[in-house]
């Protein structure tokens, strides 16, 4: 009779399967994929089905094997067909992705993001872009974290932004190379009115270019007064508003990419990077030439209002004082005219003040002293009494430990004399608390040697005379 093998109820080992589920209709509906295909699946990098589904049946409960019947998916999905169901479910299903799907995926997401920032981002001196491993070491000394489903645009700008703010690299957008191309107006047949309405859109163009934030050494010369191309260098933010300028009244043109991020290629010479390093100290020397300007500025207008408050100072001291002596002199002659009407009445009545305060100083001082001084004798009785009753209680304890020594002594002597043990190495005989310290002698270590070597044994008077090397 053959048995069956069957696999256990408790165990379902789901290895390779990723399941997608969709709660519908009040029912559950499961479809078994293969991982690491649903994500490209709904990226668009995979159309195929069969490539991301493991069978084209539809589940009730992937692991149980429960699959759903035609009226139910009929009365959910308004369709039987089992494909059509598949990828509504793949599209609009909740999936539960893995650690290393996420780890994979979040790695793809910090790999487009560097290689961006690579494309279109520069050194703001050099004009040349950084290599992936510098990018990708300023994002993690940034603490720049991406998001698994946000823009991969949005979270270039905001690494960008990072960046720049932290500055832990010296970073740029690179430039675009744009072209503002002016069109032909017609209904005029004069070349010399053409020649001068062109030159004055040019110059317009121009000047909103420069008004909106364009250098004027980005703005490439024109080859000629019939050149109906205005070539400039501008930040791509600004795209939008070079746009509005093409499409202006004065402009009257169109806008045109010529170039989407404007760098340096090539090699490095030593011409172009000593060139590069005196830009570099020029910017520098502005820098400080406007600080140094800016800060003798201030300095200036900061002498010019401490002169100012330095000769205000003396004209409000001297109004102080002016005002202190009218009163000091109004003060003097009241109280001259009070003491020369009542000179005795004054000096009286300070004096009786004067010895009220002192008795009540001199009472109170005497009521705090026989205060003190009854707080002292309590004190010194207190201390007295308490050691009158340590010194009695001594006197006990000494007496009862003395009776208890007494008696353990006796019963020592007693249990000496009735319960002695000998030493059948030593011959000698043992109270029983010096029986064991007898064993760890160096005597009876020394007759065990002996015993051992078929030697007779030595008491312990000929030990005590026994050289020492003797016991080694």
Not at 2 to 23: D, E, F, K, M
Not at 162 to 170: A, I, K, M, W
Not at 195 to 213: C, I, K, M, P, S
Not at 386 to 410: F, V
């Amino acid at each position: 009779m053959s048995r069956q093998i069957t696999q256990p109820v408790n165990q379902v080992r789901l290895t390779n399967v990723a399941v997608v589920r969709l709660s519908r209709g009040g029912h559950r509906f499961e479809v078994a994929c293969y991982r690491n295909k649903i994500v490209n699946y709904r990226q668009g990098t995979e159309t195929d089905l069969s490539e991301v589904l493991q069978t084209e049946r539809i589940f009730t409960n992937v692991s149980k094997g429960q699959f759903a019947n035609s009226k139910t998916l009929q009365k959910c999905f308004g369709t039987s067909e089992e494909e059509e169901v598949c990828r509504f479910i793949l599209d609009n299903g909740d999936v539960q992705v893995s650690d290393q799907e996420r780890a994979v995926q979040l790695e793809s997401t910090v790999r487009e993001v560097a290689s961006m920032v690579s494309e279109k981002c520069v050194h703001p001196i050099s004009r040349r872009p950084y290599t992936m491993p510098q990018i990708r070491d300023g994002m993690k000394a940034a603490g720049f974290m991406v998001h698994p489903t946000r823009n991969i645009k949005q979270q270039f700008l905001d690494c960008v932004r990072l960046l720049q703010e932290n500055r832990v690299l010296e970073i740029e957008r690179a430039k675009m190379k744009l072209a503002i191309v002016l069109l032909q107006m017609g209904g005029n047949d004069d070349e010399n009115s053409n020649d001068h309405q062109l030159a004055e859109r040019r110059d317009a163009a121009t000047t909103f270019l420069v008004n909106e934030g364009v250098a004027a050494a980005d703005i490439l010369p024109s080859n000629g007064d019939n050149d109906t191309r205005i070539i400039f260098l501008s930040d791509p933010s600004l795209y939008r508003r070079m746009d509005g300028i093409a499409r202006h009244d004065d402009v009257n043109g169109r806008l045109e990419i010529i170039q989407q991020c404007v760098t340096e290629e090539g090699d490095v010479t030593l011409g172009h990077e000593l060139e590069r390093k005196a830009q570099q100290q020029q910017h520098r020397n502005e820098n400080h030439h406007l600080q140094t300007t800016g800060i003798n500025a201030t300095q200036s207008d900061a002498d010019e209002t401490n002169t100012n408050v330095n000769d205000e100072v003396p004209t409000l001291s001297d109004k102080l004082q002016s005002g202190l002596r009218l009163t000091s002199n109004v003060a003097g002659s009241n109280n001259e005219d009070e003491d020369e009407y009542h000179p005795t009445i004054t000096r009286v009545a300070n004096s009786r003040k004067a010895q009220k305060a002192a008795q009540k100083k001199s009472k109170k001082a005497k009521r705090r002293e026989k205060e003190d001084a009854a707080e002292r004798e309590e004190k010194i009785a207190a201390e007295k009494a308490r050691q009158k009753e340590r010194d009695e209680r001594r006197g006990l304890q000494q007496t009862a430990s003395a009776g208890d020594a007494a008696a353990s002594q006796n019963n020592v002597s007693n249990a000496d004399m009735g319960e002695n043990k000998a030493c059948n190495t030593c011959g000698g005989s043992f109270a029983p608390h010096e029986y064991r310290s007898h064993f760890r002698s160096d005597w009876h270590m020394y007759n065990v040697k002996l015993k051992m070597k078929g030697c007779a044994t030595v008491s312990e008077k000929e030990f005590l005379l026994c050289d020492s090397d003797a016991f080694f």
